[in-house]
């Protein structure tokens, strides 16, 4: 629901399904967020600790104070460095009150929710609170082929809170589990691709310089629709790979001659396709009031969590691309100490932050395996298998001077130092037999599989600005700083070639904005205006290699970038108990210069995020004898984007312009302290696409699909 509330901010799912997400601000995004070894654009926070990684997101945002989304550059005020911009989550703390909620639900898709919140005092300075959630629906869509579901959901939540105030200490230990499972995405080819297929007989008409007729054959899908053939048990001639052509055809869904059957509903046949995500964490939050102009703040804490994906990557009923993804082990610790002081016109905060994260990234695909056995050779899998080790140190500080009663002056800078280190073993296994696809000269044992790279990266980011209070609610601001996104290495290289394993460098962003927010008319509208100027240095692109036989990922810098825009934020108060508001939000981007060592001259691409977005919503409530009657509706657009900007055939990855409406309507009865609302969300049924993914090396693009129309009621009990 974030998607509708702030501009130039879009929440998608990931690419890979089920509990990832994506986030992306004013352009920003890590295009593929189950990669360990690359850094998020956009940070994400939880009561002040880091949260590395968006898994967990889908099923954490309950009972929350607030959600504070911060865009461009941030880095010196708390936390990581960042370049987009960071979502912060606060909680609800303990509180010295008894109390609570009880919140039940149930809609379409057999949707159930179970939601329960108790805050219990044990005396004046000791209070903990308990928060758990369950919620569930039925799948969205099913594989035509198995009858087995897709996009259902099953989601687990729970957190626990101890607040201890003890005068000028104050002590707040948190803790936290989640337990999701998906039963996988709905996956659309959405177009195939030319593909030469060498020696295909009769390929061509005899001739004098040709003369047994066998050549190079184009057909459009390449080597998924030779794959086809062999699992159709098709000759390997022009005749048969035409017919596994008209085949895999069928499978295409979209454009003239699209398959028609339902939209939610997928060709695959993926007996596992699933996406499970379990983690949690803990933290420390003390605060020491050292005098009533000083505070000393440290933030202890600790991550983790475990992933699993299972994907049927060709989206037909013939097995042609099988992905397997987990992530394990994975362990985050960070130890953030914050010092603050206001003096005078002088208020400031100092600081330094350190981190280890450490995970087992495994990514096992098999690929094109029925032409491999026509041949009569058994099928390899490969296995793209990464230990990742990102360490993070940082030194901070800003400040906030009042030249006169209304024009301040800031100030902040960060050092950042990040050790990045892989061991990455990029291999096949072909009936037992472990084939390595390492060079030789890199590996770190040229008898065994596998390589270790490690490089520090140090850089200094930056913050000025100045704001100008016209008049206590008018207030406008000049603002300029610089982020950096850490350098890494290709952990999921798989190859022979030892280019592919060139770690790619940090990404830095200057960013100068202008912007005006207000409160007028007593209150009654509300307007934000903002204009930013972004100057990219290395922006991280992300590029999938795909051969016969291998899949990795690579990262790509895009040596010079610009990306331009503005925001507006408007909301009135028209009447008493009627608001409409609308935000909207423009971005321009365009690459400056951008060779690809594999991709060539890519200086054209689209940016990877929708140039206009806007929303528009209202809401009214009617006093009534019992209490009230609330209604909210709200249109959220987002314009055309493209998901794989890298590819050849962009149409077939991106999305049209589209919008979504939602809606509420509850009543409030005051003497029960109870709520009862109906709910429904992409009321007019849209069907579009989240991401997508491009394969077209061996012939084809595809999209995962957004969610139907759905609906409910919820019955809320306060106590």
């Given at each position: 629901?974030?998607?509708?509330?702030?501009?130039?901010?879009?929440?998608?799912?990931?690419?890979?399904?089920?509990?990832?997400?994506?986030?992306?601000?004013?352009?920003?995004?890590?295009?593929?967020?189950?990669?360990?070894?690359?850094?998020?654009?956009?940070?994400?926070?939880?009561?002040?600790?880091?949260?590395?990684?968006?898994?967990?997101?889908?099923?954490?945002?309950?009972?929350?104070?607030?959600?504070?989304?911060?865009?461009?550059?941030?880095?010196?005020?708390?936390?990581?460095?960042?370049?987009?911009?960071?979502?912060?989550?606060?909680?609800?703390?303990?509180?010295?009150?008894?109390?609570?909620?009880?919140?039940?639900?149930?809609?379409?898709?057999?949707?159930?929710?179970?939601?329960?919140?108790?805050?219990?005092?044990?005396?004046?300075?000791?209070?903990?609170?308990?928060?758990?959630?369950?919620?569930?629906?039925?799948?969205?869509?099913?594989?035509?082929?198995?009858g087995r579901g897709l996009m259902g959901e099953s989601s687990t939540y729970l957190r626990a809170k101890l607040k201890i105030d003890g005068g000028p200490v104050t002590a707040t230990l948190s803790a936290d589990f989640y337990d999701y499972k998906a039963s996988g995405p709905a996956i659309h080819i959405t177009g195939l691709v030319n593909g030469n297929l060498t020696n295909v007989a009769d390929a061509v008409a005899p001739t004098a310089a040709n003369p047994t007729g066998r050549g190079t054959y184009t057909v459009l899908g390449g080597n998924l629709v030779r794959d086809v053939a062999a699992s159709l048990?098709?000759?390997?001639?022009?005749?048969?790979?035409?017919?596994?052509?008209?085949?895999?055809?069928?499978?295409?869904?979209?454009?003239?001659?699209?398959?028609?059957?339902?939209?939610?509903?997928?060709?695959?046949?993926?007996?596992?396709?699933?996406?499970?995500?379990?983690?949690?964490?803990?933290?420390?939050?003390?605060?020491?009031?050292?005098?009533?102009?000083?505070?000393?703040?440290?933030?202890?804490?600790?991550?983790?969590?475990?992933?699993?994906?299972?994907?049927?990557?060709?989206?037909?009923?013939y097995d042609s691309y099988d992905s397997d993804q987990t992530i394990d082990g994975y362990n985050l610790f960070s130890q953030e100490v914050q010092l603050l002081g206001n003096s005078g016109p002088l208020k400031w905060v100092t600081g330094a932050y350190i981190s280890r994260e450490k995970g087992h990234d495994l990514n096992i695909s098999l690929a094109l395996p029925n032409i491999s056995a026509s041949q009569g050779v058994v099928p390899a899998n490969t296995f793209g298998d990464v230990v990742t080790t990102n360490i993070t140190r940082g030194i901070f500080a800003q400040g906030t001077y009042a030249l006169t009663d209304k024009l301040n002056l800031t100030l902040g800078g960060r050092f950042s130092s990040e050790a990045r280190k892989v061991?990455?073993?990029?291999?096949?296994?072909?009936?037992?037999?472990?084939?390595?696809?390492?060079?030789?000269?890199?590996?770190?044992?040229?008898?065994?599989?596998?390589?270790?790279?490690?490089?520090?990266?140090?850089?200094?980011?930056?913050?000025?600005?100045?704001?100008?209070?016209?008049?206590?609610?008018?207030?406008?601001?000049?603002?300029?700083?610089?982020?950096?996104?850490?350098?890494?290495?290709?952990?999921?290289?798989?190859?022979?070639?030892?280019?592919?394993?060139?770690?790619?460098?940090?990404?830095?962003?200057?960013?100068?904005e202008l912007g005006f927010k207000s409160l007028l008319l007593g209150n009654r509208v509300k307007l934000n205006l903002a204009a930013f100027y972004d100057d990219f240095s290395n922006a991280q692109r992300s590029i999938t290699i795909r051969t016969l036989t291998n899949s990795f990922s690579l990262i790509s810098n895009a040596a010079k970038a610009r990306l331009y825009g503005f925001e507006g934020e408007a909301r009135v108060q028209?009447?008493?108990?009627?608001?409409?508001?609308?935000?909207?939000?423009?971005?321009?981007?365009?690459?400056?210069?951008?060779?690809?060592?594999?991709?060539?001259?890519?200086?054209?691409?689209?940016?990877?995020?929708?140039?206009?977005?806007?929303?528009?919503?209202?809401?009214?409530?009617?006093?009534?004898?019992?209490?009230?009657?609330?209604?909210?509706?709200?249109?959220?657009?987002?314009?055309?984007?493209?998901?794989?900007?890298?590819?050849?055939f962009d149409d077939d990855v991106t999305q049209k312009g589209y919008g979504v409406l939602d809606g509420t309507m509850a009543a409030r009865i005051d003497d029960l302290?109870?709520?009862?609302?109906f709910w429904g969300r992409n009321l007019l049924n849209k069907q579009y696409y989240t991401s997508g993914v491009s394969i077209e090396s061996i012939g084809w693009n595809m999209m995962l699909t957004g969610e139907p129309r759905t609906f409910g009621a919820q019955l809320t009990k306060r106590f």
């Open positions: 629901d974030l998607n509708a509330q702030f501009p130039n901010v879009q929440i998608n799912q990931a690419n890979g399904g089920g509990a990832g997400v994506q986030l992306t601000i004013r352009g920003q995004s890590q295009a593929n967020t189950g990669i360990l070894f690359v850094d998020p654009a956009v940070g994400i926070y939880v009561d002040g600790l880091v949260n590395a990684r968006s898994f967990g997101l889908r099923t954490g945002l309950v009972d929350i104070e607030r959600v504070e989304v911060l865009r461009g550059p941030q880095g010196t005020l708390y936390g990581r460095n960042t370049t987009g911009g960071a979502i912060s989550i606060i909680t609800k703390d303990p509180t010295s009150e008894p109390g609570g909620y009880v919140k039940l639900g149930y809609g379409d898709y057999n949707q159930w929710l179970a939601e329960g919140v108790v805050n219990i005092p044990i005396d004046d300075q000791v209070a903990l609170r308990f928060v758990a959630s369950h919620s569930e629906h039925d799948p969205y869509g099913k594989q035509i082929t198995t048990g098709l000759p390997y001639s022009v005749a048969g790979i035409n017919a596994a052509a008209a085949v895999v055809a069928g499978y295409v869904r979209r454009g003239p001659g699209a398959a028609k059957v339902d939209f939610w509903d997928s060709f695959g046949n993926d007996r596992d396709n699933r996406a499970d995500s379990k983690g949690g964490s803990a933290s420390l939050n003390l605060t020491y009031d050292i005098s009533d102009a000083l505070t000393l703040r440290s933030i202890s804490g600790w991550r983790t969590l475990n992933r699993t994906e299972s994907l049927e990557l060709d989206a037909t009923p061991f990455t073993r990029g291999r096949q296994v072909r009936s037992g037999v472990e084939i390595c696809s390492q060079p030789v000269a890199l590996r770190e044992n040229p008898a065994t599989c596998g390589i270790r790279l490690s490089k520090t990266y140090s850089d200094f980011s930056w913050l000025a600005s100045l704001d100008y209070q016209i008049q206590r609610d008018i207030l406008v601001y000049a603002k300029a700083a610089r982020g950096v996104r850490a350098g890494g290495h290709q952990g999921r290289a798989n190859s022979a070639d030892p280019a592919n394993y060139q770690p790619y460098d940090p990404e830095t962003v200057t960013e100068y028209i009447l008493e108990g009627l608001s409409v508001g609308a935000n909207v939000g423009y971005l321009n981007a365009r690459y400056k210069k951008f060779v690809d060592g594999v991709l060539g001259d890519r200086s054209n691409e689209e940016w990877p995020a929708p140039k206009w977005s806007y929303s528009l919503n209202g809401q009214y409530r009617l006093p009534t004898g019992f209490g009230s009657i609330e209604t909210n509706l709200n249109w959220n657009f987002k314009g055309k984007q493209n998901f794989q900007p890298q590819a050849v302290d109870m709520e009862v609302s």
